[in-house]
T-cell receptor, first 109, second 113 residues
Framework: GIQVEQSPPDLILQEGANSTLRCNFS?????LQWFHQNPWGQLINLFY???GTKQNGRLSATTVATERYSLLYISSSQTTDSGVYFC???????????FGKGITLSVRP | KAGVTQTPRYLIKTRGQQVTLSCSPI?????VSWYQQTPGQGLQFLFE???????NKGNFPGRFSGRQFSNSRSEMNVSTLELGDSALYLC????????????FGSGTRLTVV
């Protein structure tokens, strides 16, 4: 099945800094999503982005499907951005999301 | 509109017991999927239901089962609980499966003692 790898595994930032989180996937995908897991465990959908670029406030994401990677950009980071970020790939053949191991982001005040 | 609702939020069970978790999808969504999250294994797919039919199943023992009702609500059941079943169980819904992205519920945190 498809493999999803995220890097770096851990990221520590000072408040106000920018960051780039990377997601590589091993096969063609029908859908690519980025999630932020809040302290209570809920996966909050950030972007549904099978290809192209999207922006939502300080967050933006780009997926280059032909090169099998996606990037999540966080600008002017805030302490509330802390948590675990997951990317997940969907291939219609398996009808499921395959998750990466996540990136733990810590934003220091 | 209301999101994905999972009940209960927390559960403590004893080894050998069984447990049933519930998930109500977003209105109009017909696909419901279940995932297990543990520190060691990460997020793993359990099964997916669409229009009351299980379309896909992950690599879990037969103690894990599920079903979907005609109103798209889904339940998952774990029988003969083991300590290793302690996990966060997440439910997700989507219109046709995966077509427009998945929305997750808040999860049920199960502790087996």
């Amino acid at each position: 099945g498809i493999q999803v790898e995220q890097s770096p595994p851990d990221l520590i930032l000072q408040e106000g800094a920018n960051s780039t989180l990377r997601c590589n996937f091993s096969d063609s995908v029908n859908n690519l999503q980025w999630f932020h897991q809040n302290p209570w465990g809920q996966l909050i959908n950030l972007f549904y982005i099978p290809s192209g670029t999207k922006q939502n406030g300080r967050l933006s994401a780009t997926t280059v499907a032909t090169e099998r990677y996606s990037l999540l950009y966080i600008s002017s980071s805030q302490t509330t951005d802390s948590g675990v970020y997951f990317c997940a790939a969907y291939t219609g053949a398996n009808s499921k999301l395959t998750f990466g191991k996540g990136i733990t982001l810590s934003v220091r005040p | 509109k209301a999101g994905v609702t999972q009940t209960p939020r927390y559960l403590i069970k004893t080894r050998g017991q069984q447990v049933t978790l519930s998930c109500s999808p977003i209105s109009g969504h017909r696909s419901v999927s279940w995932y297990q999250q543990t520190p060691g294994q990460g997020l793993q797919f359990l099964f997916e239901y669409f229009s009351e039919t299980q379309r896909n199943k992950g690599n879990f023992p037969g103690r894990f089962s599920g079903r979907q009702f005609s109103n798209s609500r889904s339940e998952m059941n774990v029988s003969t609980l083991e300590l290793g079943d302690s996990a966060l169980y997440l439910c997700a819904s989507s219109p046709p499966a995966g077509a427009y992205g998945y929305t997750f519920g808040s999860g049920t945190r199960l502790t087996v003692v």
